[in-house]
Nanobody, 121 residues
Framework: QVQLVESGGGLVQPGGSLRLSCVAS????????MGWYRQAPGKGRELVAT???????NYADFVKGRFAISRDNAKNAVYLQMNSLKPEDTAVYSC???????????????WGKGTLVTVSS
């Protein structure tokens, strides 16, 4: 099996910064796209940012210029640097990875359980 574990969430004041980390472990042959999603209280899950294996990135409009996604393929990890945080960024942030567990199997998406980010004064 494959596990994704996020860390780095917490309480931060408006305008502050946080860096989220997500590490994948288990029966991994290769990882393709990785990404961060978030779900605010009472709302659906929404895409925050994605990154391909050759580090092409894609961002939701509401985080462009404030957040930066990166990855370390050697560590099976993806990161999200969040700057200029706003109260509306408060949400549970979850990572996703498209994983192949053997050379012949199709890619399958895996999710972490999420880490809570609260932006409040």
């Amino acid at each position: 099996q494959v596990q994704l574990v996020e860390s780095g969430g917490g309480l931060v004041q408006p305008g502050g910064s946080l860096r989220l980390s997500c590490v994948a472990s288990g029966n991994i042959f290769s990882i393709n796209d990785m990404g961060w999603y978030r779900q605010a209280p009472g709302k659906g899950r929404e895409l925050v940012a994605t990154i391909t294996t050759d580090e092409n990135t894609n961002y939701a409009d509401f985080v462009k210029g404030r957040f930066a996604i990166s990855r370390d393929n050697a560590k099976n990890a993806v990161y999200l640097q969040m700057n200029s945080l706003k109260p509306e960024d408060t949400a549970v942030y979850s990572c996703n990875a498209a994983v192949r567990t053997t050379p012949t199997l199709l890619l399958r998406g895996y999710w972490g359980k999420g880490t809570l980010v609260t932006v409040s004064s």
